[in-house]
């Protein structure tokens, strides 16, 4: 059973540029979280998807958007990039509507120059 | 608003010697509580959880965590450490919904001499 599957693991991009991350959750699961982690901090809402549609969302600029496909897997947008988005970036999934467990991938760390 | 505090930002014990981890939240309702563990580069693995009930929590590698509503508390905890648990360790605490949407807090680094 494959857990939470994030892609790619590393990148570096240029301030300005966009970005898009990608989620594969948990088999079974439905909702998908996005989560900044920068160095030295806990990680960071930043939204959640659950049936294609943005659920809730955290304090973040619009810059930050999503998407969330049929079969569950998610994408995370960031366009403009700053330096301060340079960090890890966390994916976790769990079953609606209980979530009780959110699972976390490994991650995908961005660096922006 | 919900946070979360760990005061304790890094921590050194010697193997075989009994740690505690302390978490302090704040939240307007019944919190949901986690703590999560993260080895460097990697994601975090969940240690335990609650919900309600019993408020003396087991979970996985031997950890375990007493909720103390009086105290706004949710501190980790475990016996005998091993070198293997340095890490970097998150408390948690999530909205009504659960796990959807969690408030971490800044994290304890442990470390583990011989």
């Known amino acids: 059973d494959a857990g939470v599957t994030q892609s790619p693991t590393h990148l570096i991009k240029t301030r300005g540029q966009q970005v898009t991350l990608r989620c594969s959750p948990k088999?079974?699961?439905?909702?998908v979280s996005w989560y900044q982690q920068a160095l030295g901090q806990g990680p960071q809402f930043i939204f959640q998807?659950?049936?294609?549609?943005?659920?809730q969302r955290g304090n973040f600029p619009d810059r930050f958007s999503g998407h969330q496909f049929p079969n569950y897997s998610s994408e995370l947008n960031v366009n403009a990039l700053l330096l301060g988005d340079s960090a890890l970036y966390l994916c976790a999934s769990s079953l609606f509507p209980q979530n009780a467990e959110a699972f976390f991938g490994q991650g995908t760390r961005l660096t922006v120059v | 608003a919900q946070s979360v505090t760990q005061p304790d930002i890094h921590i050194t014990v010697s193997e075989g010697a009994s740690l505690e981890l302390r978490c302090n939240y704040s939240?307007?309702?019944?919190?949901?509580l986690f703590w999560y563990v993260q080895s460097p580069g990697q994601g975090l693995q969940l240690l335990l959880k609650y919900f309600s009930g019993d408020t003396l929590v087991q979970g996985i590698k031997g950890f375990e965590a007493e909720f103390k509503r009086s105290q706004s508390s949710f501190n980790l905890r475990k016996p005998s450490v091993h070198w293997s648990d340095a890490a970097e360790y998150f408390c948690a605490v999530g909205g009504r919904t659960g796990a959807n949407n969690l408030f971490f807090g800044t994290g304890t680094r442990l470390t583990v001499i011989p």
């Open positions: 998807y659950y049936e294609e549609e943005e659920r």
């Open positions: 088999s079974g699961h439905d909702t």
């Open positions: 939240y307007g309702a019944t919190p949901y």
